[in-house]
């Protein structure tokens, strides 16, 4: 590594995490500033080589690197999803490249955990694909899974609430925008369904009952602070929130992203309702808990309406089946990790 982009004293092996976080910090650089200083070849191809090198440590299981790359990520991320208070780097060249990088190695590393067997087993019969879909997510981990079912019912503390929220913030705190990706594009049924979905989100026009108000009642309940929520997720929690934008802001993987969506929509009623137990338990304000008692009945709703009017149209061609139940997967697969790393944190506290 030159010293032009990164400084001699840091080692690139041992501290992943503070080059990740210098080139966060360049984001803040205008389109014209970040081009410029990655103007000359060599440098901009060791920038990406740096990040691919990262990504090769990550997939390795580099702790560090994992998170490195997944922080790295999301503050792209909120480059492009979030309105600007100054200038970004968001038109560059070179940071699309550094994006891509990011993002091939986030799906390679996504689909290493698919055991490829599962593809055979999807129905050629279309009609048979979604109680197909339905049987596999019964059959994974993540469904039922015991963070719910027993940790947040029964045991969880206030404290511990704070964290789960603190870390549901990277997808439930911006659904209503996930949505919106998606539905460009879209026609017919599937984006009246998208769209219904997303007048839902939005209180169906009551500002006071937005879902992303609603949640952020909860930020507030807890004294959650914007820094926190940038600097103080875990891999696994940046990582859902990273996949989720990321299958929703490319056409290309549309399909994925329906898998995706499907599965988030129809876990999150079982799920919350073991929330809204431990919330009574522990005797809480009723009101912080208003986005998760909502949800329990609008997600069984959304989650049977997605399957019936995006997923069921859309299963005639073998790519898409294949497609979503990728989608379905990686959200099936990350959600399970990031559940038993938070069991796993608690149970080492
Ligand atoms: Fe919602
Ligand atoms: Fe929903």
Redesign the pocket.
């Known amino acids: 590594m030159t010293s032009t982009l990164f400084p001699p004293s840091l080692d690139t092996a041992s501290a992943p995490m503070r080059l990740a976080d210098r080139i966060a910090q360049q984001l803040a650089w205008s389109e014209d500033e970040f081009e410029a200083h990655y103007a000359d070849p060599s440098l901009l191809a060791e920038l990406v080589n740096w990040v691919g090198e990262l990504g090769t440590a990550a997939a390795a299981g580099d702790a560090d690197a994992q998170f490195a790359q997944q922080y790295l990520l999301s503050r792209i991320y909120a480059v492009h999803t979030q309105l600007p208070s100054g200038p970004t780097a968001e038109g560059s060249v070179a940071l699309h490249a550094v994006t891509r990088r990011l993002e091939q190695d986030t799906i390679r590393n996504e689909d290493a955990w698919i055991d490829e067997a599962v593809y055979a087993s999807i129905p050629d019969d279309p009609d048979a694909f979604v109680p197909w879909l339905k049987a596999l997510t019964r059959e994974h981990q993540a469904f039922k899974h015991p963070y719910y079912r027993s940790f947040i019912r029964d045991h969880a503390t206030e404290e511990d609430f704070r964290r789960f929220v603190l870390h549901e913030s990277s997808v439930d705190g911006r659904?209503d925008d996930l949505l919106a990706l998606m539905q460009v594009g879209t026609d017919g049924g599937v984006k009246l369904e998208i769209a219904q979905n997303f007048w839902?989100?939005m209180g169906n026009g009551d500002p006071a009952m937005v879902?992303t108000t609603l949640f952020g009642r909860l930020i507030d309940h807890f004294g959650i602070t914007s820094t926190e929520l940038a600097e103080s997720l875990s891999t696994e929690a940046l990582l859902s929130g990273n996949l989720a934008v990321m299958l929703c802001r490319y056409r290309n993987t549309f399909a994925e992203a329906v898998g995706l969506l499907a599965v988030t929509e129809w876990l999150a009623p079982d799920r919350f309702s073991q929330v809204l137990h431990g919330w009574e338990r522990l005797g809480l304000p009723d009101d912080g808990i208003t986005y998760h008692r909502l949800?329990i009945g609008?997600d069984a709703h959304h989650a049977s309406a997605w399957f019936t009017n995006v997923v069921k149209p859309m299963t005639a061609d073998p790519r898409n089946r294949r497609a979503i139940a990728r989608g379905a997967l990686w959200r099936l697969n990350t959600s399970s990790r990031y559940l038993d790393r938070i069991i796993g944190l608690n149970a080492a506290a």
């Open positions: 659904f839902d989100e879902h949800h609008i």
